[in-house]
C-alpha cells in the first residue's frame, strides 16, 4: 500500500499556473501508476492525468491536453502536476492517486488515495 499527501493547492486567477506535487510512502509506488483525478463540488470525480511507474507513458483528459503535465521522480517518490492556462471549470478538489502495476485512468483501478487540494480558480 502506497500513502499519498498532495501539496500545493490554493487560489488563482484565471489564465494563472498552479504546480500540485503528491509525495508518497510505501515500497510499491515505484512500480505504480500515478495518476490525478478531480471532483468539482456537486459533481463526481474525473480523471485529469495519469504517468506509468516507467517509461515515462503519459495519458491526459482532453479537458486539460495542453496546459496540463504530469511528471513523477522515482527517487524522490513524488509526481506532480503542472497546470498552465487555468480556468474556472478547473475548480475542483485534485487528488493524487496510485495503482500497482496497472497504467488506468479509472479510479477504480487507483487502490491509494491522497486526502486532496484546493484548487480554486477565479475569473
Known amino acids: 500500500q502506497v500513502q499519498l499527501v498532495e501539496s500545493g493547492g490554493g487560489l488563482v486567477q484565471a489564465g494563472g499556473s498552479l504546480r500540485l506535487s503528491c509525495t508518497a510512502s510505501?515500497?510499491?509506488?515505484?512500480?505504480?501508476?500515478v495518476g490525478w483525478f478531480r471532483q468539482p463540488s456537486g459533481k463526481e470525480r474525473e480523471f485529469v492525468a495519469a504517468?506509468?511507474?516507467?517509461?515515462?507513458?503519459?495519458n491526459y483528459a482532453d479537458s486539460v491536453k495542453g496546459r496540463f503535465t504530469i511528471s513523477r521522480d522515482n527517487a524522490k517518490n513524488t509526481a506532480d502536476l503542472q497546470m498552465n492556462s487555468l480556468k474556472p471549470e478547473d475548480t475542483a478538489v485534485y487528488y493524487c492517486?496510485?495503482?500497482?502495476?496497472?497504467?488506468?485512468?479509472?479510479?477504480?483501478?487507483?487502490?491509494?488515495w491522497g486526502q486532496g487540494t484546493q484548487v480554486t480558480v477565479s475569473s
Open positions: 492517486a496510485a495503482a500497482v502495476l496497472r497504467f488506468s485512468i479509472n479510479p477504480t483501478d487507483f487502490g491509494s
Open positions: 504517468i506509468r511507474w516507467i517509461g515515462g507513458v503519459t
Open positions: 510505501g515500497r510499491t509506488f515505484r512500480s505504480s501508476t
